[in-house]
Each structure stands twice: as C-alpha cells, then as structure tokens.
C-alpha cells in the first residue's frame, strides 16, 4: 500500500483572510475587555 500525499501550497491571500477573520474580533474583544476592567479599577 502506497500513500501519495501531495504538498500543499499556503496561498497568501486566503492565509491573510482567515488570520483577518480570527484576528480582527479578537483584537475588539480584548480591547473591550481592557477598557472595561480600566474603568472597573480606575
């Protein structure tokens, strides 16, 4: 039994979409979170 595994190619463009998609909400997320524990301390 032979297994052929093809290499896979990363393509920019989709890496940098994902990352976005993931990146984007989660920066907003922990920039809220930030803020609310400055005003909740400060």
């Known amino acids: 039994m032979s297994t052929s595994q093809t290499p896979v190619t990363p393509s920019t463009g ?3 979409i ?5 990146g984007v909400p989660l920066a907003y ?3 809220e979170t930030l803020t ?3 005003a909740l301390f400060g």
């Open 18 to 22: 994902a990352w976005a998609l993931v």
């Open 29 to 31: 997320g922990v920039y």
């Open 36 to 38: 609310r524990v400055a």
């Open 14 to 16: 989709k890496l940098v």
